[in-house]
């Protein structure tokens, strides 16, 4: 691999993709021709970053599940972390209360997940946060969905435990975001990029924040290794 160039550890939604959640054609390159490790971190469950991965064509090394779920293929090497039942037990008692999750009766959104439960943004907040305290739990608001997930676990745990199995240092890394669940690996990375509709606690963790947004900031942001 490229010595020259960082490891890269990348979000997915609002990062590699428009508003409107579709992954930006662009991107799909510098991604497939990246000359070190790829990292696609995400707060989605495994399937979703496996299944980009292996569209890509490249190594399947992934953060799911805001750092839940981590796989490196490398190693061959599963770690899950996090009290899923838990998380499961808040949706019940979130059902109790009248309000579904909001992802309809297959709910793609939560049918995968091992470590947390996702609701739909137009779900009330604040019953859920309460629920999920009385757990033990926190909720993320990632700008695309209310995550109900265990405080011990995020992406920069994720990150460590992917450097782990590596034999990498997090401070290798160049990271880029979007969204306050990505500030934990933008603390570890060796440099932090949020992309320019990233929220606030993105913006104020990153080192570096592009004019561009969405797919388009993340060109930005790897810009000065492709030249």
Same mark, same amino acid.
């Given at each position: /691999?490229?010595?020259?160039?960082?490891?890269?550890?990348?979000?997915?939604?609002?990062?590699?993709? #428009?508003?409107?959640?579709?992954? $930006?054609?662009?991107? /799909?390159?510098?991604?497939?021709?990246?000359?070190?490790?790829?990292?696609? =971190?995400?707060?989605? =469950? /495994?399937?979703?970053?496996?299944?980009?991965? %292996?569209?890509?064509?490249?190594?399947?090394?992934?953060?799911?599940?805001?750092?839940?779920?981590?796989?490196?293929?490398?190693?061959?090497?599963?770690?899950?972390?996090?009290?899923?039942?838990?998380?499961?037990?808040?949706?019940?008692?979130?059902?109790?209360?009248?309000?579904?999750?909001?992802?309809?009766?297959?709910?793609?959104?939560?049918?995968?997940?091992?470590?947390?439960?996702?609701?739909?943004?137009?779900?009330?907040?604040?019953?859920?946060? %309460?629920?999920?305290?009385?757990?033990?739990?926190?909720?993320?608001?990632?700008?695309?969905?209310?995550?109900?997930?265990?405080?011990?676990?995020?992406?920069?745990?994720?990150?460590?435990?992917?450097?782990?199995?590596?034999?990498?240092?997090?401070?290798?890394?160049?990271?880029?975001?979007?969204?306050?669940? #990505?500030?934990? /690996?933008?603390?570890?990375?060796?440099?932090?990029?949020?992309?320019?509709?990233?929220?606030?606690?993105?913006?104020?963790?990153?080192?570096?924040?592009?004019?561009?947004?969405?797919? $388009?900031?993340?060109?930005?942001?790897?810009?000065?290794?492709? %030249?």
């Amino acid at each position: /691999m490229d010595t020259d160039t960082p490891p890269l550890i990348v979000d997915i939604d609002g990062t590699l993709t #428009d508003e409107n959640r579709a992954i $930006d054609p662009h991107v /799909m390159p510098v991604l497939r021709e990246w000359p070190a490790r790829v990292v696609i =971190a995400t707060g989605k =469950a /495994m399937p979703f970053p496996i299944a980009l991965c %292996e569209f890509l064509g490249i190594e399947r090394t992934v953060v799911a599940e805001n750092g839940g779920v981590v796989f490196v293929e490398a190693s061959d090497e599963l770690r899950l972390e996090g009290d899923h039942e838990a998380a499961l037990a808040v949706g019940e008692a979130y059902r109790d209360l009248g309000h579904d999750l909001g992802f309809g009766q297959v709910d793609l959104a939560n049918r995968w997940r091992e470590t947390e439960l996702v609701v739909s943004r137009d779900r009330p907040l604040e019953p859920l946060e %309460e629920l999920a305290a009385a757990r033990g739990l926190v909720v993320l608001d990632t700008g695309f969905a209310y995550h109900v997930t265990d405080p011990v676990v995020d992406k920069g745990t994720g990150l460590e435990a992917v450097c782990a199995e590596l034999g990498l240092e997090p401070a290798e890394f160049l990271a880029v975001g979007d969204s306050v669940n #990505d500030a934990q /690996m933008f603390d570890l990375a060796g440099e932090a990029v949020a992309v320019a509709n990233a929220d606030e606690t993105a913006l104020e963790r990153a080192d570096r924040v592009t004019s561009g947004s969405y797919g $388009d900031g993340f060109l930005e942001a790897v810009a000065p290794y492709r %030249e």
